[in-house]
Each structure stands twice: as structure tokens, then as C-alpha cells.
């Protein structure tokens, strides 16, 4: 069972970290072509607007592809994350410990509370 619990943690972690990714490119006006958690085979997936939503196998990590960011794609697309400034490539990049560190100013009070404020134990 706690195993289970670390899986089911992990994924969460995981989704926040790369959810900050895909909207920090989305603020940017990147085309995200594939949002994944996990790794391995496709167990689920769907596919809204240019978006193929899915989750894998293995749920270890995770990924975000985006139009553009492999650099062999010689396109004049706005929205490839090549054709964009260096401030929104960095942005992009960034937003994930971004995010984390968000995550941990906002978790961690909580769990303070709940752990030792007097009034909450019993």
C-alpha cells in the first residue's frame, strides 16, 4: 500500500512540474503538441485542439513536446518555441522549479499546521 502512495504522489509531483511547463509555452503562444505523464506505452490518451493529452505505463517522469523545440525544424511558424525570444524560451524552461518552489511555500505551511498547531491535534 505505501507504495502505491508513492506512486500516487510521485505522478502528482510530476504533473505539477510539467503542467508548469506546458503553461508557461501556452502563456507564450507555443503550440504544445503532446502532454505526457509517465513513460513507455500509452495506457490513455485524447487529443484536444493541437494538444494529445496522454498517460504511460510508467510513472516515473513525464514530458511536454512543443513545436519547434528539437531545433531541426527550419519553420517561419510563430508559435514554434524556436521563433521565440530568448526571454520566453528561458520563461518556459523555468517555469517548472518555478512551480515546485510555489508548490513547496504552499504545502509545507499547511502541513506545519496540521502537524503541530495545538488546536488541531487531538
Known amino acids: 500500500m505505501i507504495i502505491l502512495k508513492g506512486v500516487i504522489i510521485l505522478s502528482v509531483l510530476i504533473f505539477i512540474h510539467e503542467l508548469g511547463h506546458f503553461l508557461a509555452a501556452r502563456l507564450f503562444g507555443v503550440r504544445v503538441l503532446q502532454f505526457s505523464i509517465g513513460f513507455g506505452l500509452t495506457v490513455i490518451s485524447t487529443i484536444i485542439g493541437d494538444t494529445k493529452y496522454s498517460i504511460r505505463a510508467l510513472p516515473i517522469g ?23 525570444s530568448i526571454f520566453a524560451r528561458f520563461c518556459i524552461v523555468a517555469a517548472d522549479p518555478a512551480i515546485n518552489i510555489l508548490l513547496a511555500l504552499s504545502v509545507l505551511p499547511v502541513a506545519y499546521i496540521a502537524l503541530y498547531h495545538p488546536d488541531l491535534r487531538s
Open 62 to 84: 513525464g514530458f511536454i513536446q512543443m513545436h519547434g523545440e528539437d531545433g531541426e525544424e527550419n519553420t517561419d511558424d510563430p508559435n514554434s518555441f524556436d521563433n521565440k
